[in-house]
């Protein structure tokens, strides 16, 4: 079951969500206690990115002044706004309560669907054709397009996992005001596949995946792969693969020049506290918030595998409150 939490990060499907499409429309992230929440929508010269607009509940229905707002951005894989995997058995709402509570804090926020996910399923293309930058200028659109927006003062950018690496060339692209990541790793993509997936390798598997990796790592495709390792190197994800594996969060962190926070939980079995460590390294201005017995989705969970396994699909866990409280205090630090 370890497997089924490794995958969660780096298994990349972006061609076969259509199914998922109607389960994770806008339709079905709105309910009575998101009276607040609105669809907006990224037009892109390759189709239409689906979100939703969080407005703080304070300043409807007459809003008097302009408000702060954060984009998020989701991770890996089949993750919709709300932080939920088609992959798994139930949602866990994550992100979605991310947006609720900085809401309470006076925050608007947008999350949205990414590109070839859920309702955003129509804008993504075949899986060959799809590169990371294809995420990023995603991310930079929605920045641009709600600093544009009169109604708020300053945008922000959150990444979660995968998304962090997102967010923070998106942020230094788009010019945001500020960067939030939570849960993001400090090493390239490759070194983390290198990392996760040695314990489970020896012999001629743990030579086809260096191979594969060294390849990739050089822009060089690797051809066909071993049954066993399709589901990450297969053909048409390659070209993806390269895309990624040239960027190191830690170097790109580096380049940022406005304000940083950076957020790890200590029970995080996907990204690690040396990680966030190895990010505050780069970029000795961040600021560093450790929040312990918070898991990868964001809840308060132990080591036990079985309750962090669990807690992927529970939507009735709550946030960490630590990661409210420093995320929000935060924004309010630094935004307008």
Request: aromatic content about 4%; glycine content about 6%.
């Amino acid at each position: 079951m370890r497997t089924l939490l490794f995958s969660l990060l780096f298994v990349l499907s972006t061609s076969s969500h259509a199914d998922d499409t109607a389960r994770n429309s806008p339709a079905s992230h709105v309910d009575s206690a998101t009276i607040a929440e609105q669809a907006t929508i990224l037009d892109t010269p390759t189709g239409k990115i689906i979100g939703s607009l969080q407005l703080p509940t304070a300043q409807l229905p007459t809003a008097a002044g302009r408000v702060p707002l954060a984009i998020i951005v989701a991770g890996s894989g089949p993750t919709d706004r709300n932080g939920n995997s088609s992959m798994l058995p139930g949602p866990n709402n994550s992100l979605k309560q991310l947006a609720r509570a900085l809401a309470d804090a006076g925050i608007a926020s947008v999350r949205y669907d990414k590109r070839g996910i859920a309702a955003s399923a129509a804008a993504g293309p075949v899986e060959s054709a799809l590169r990371f930058d294809n995420y990023v200028n995603d991310a930079s659109g929605w920045v641009q397009k709600m600093k544009q927006d009169e109604r708020f003062s300053s945008v922000a950018i959150i990444g979660h996992s995968e998304g962090s690496l997102i967010a923070m060339l998106a942020a230094r692209q788009a010019k945001a005001d500020a960067y939030v990541s939570i849960a993001g790793p400090a090493q390239g993509a490759a070194d983390v596949l290198r990392k996760q997936l040695r314990p489970k390798l020896n012999g001629a598997a743990a030579a086809e995946n260096e191979r594969v990796l060294l390849a990739l790592e050089h822009g060089i495709l690797a051809g066909d792969v071993p049954a066993g390792f399709a589901a990450l190197y297969r053909p048409s994800i390659q070209p993806y693969l390269i895309s990624w594996f040239r960027y190191v969060p830690a170097v790109e962190l580096a380049k940022l020049d406005i304000p940083v926070l950076i957020v790890q939980g200590s029970t995080d079995l996907q990204i690690t506290v040396a990680d966030a460590e190895a990010l505050k390294k780069a970029k000795p201005s961040a600021t560093l918030a450790i929040v312990p017995g918070m898991n990868h989705v964001l809840k308060l969970v132990d080591g036990d595998l079985q309750e962090q396994i669990g807690s992927y699909s529970n939507a009735a866990l709550p946030l960490a409150p630590e990661l409210v409280k420093s995320v929000t205090q935060f924004l309010k630090a630094n935004l307008k």
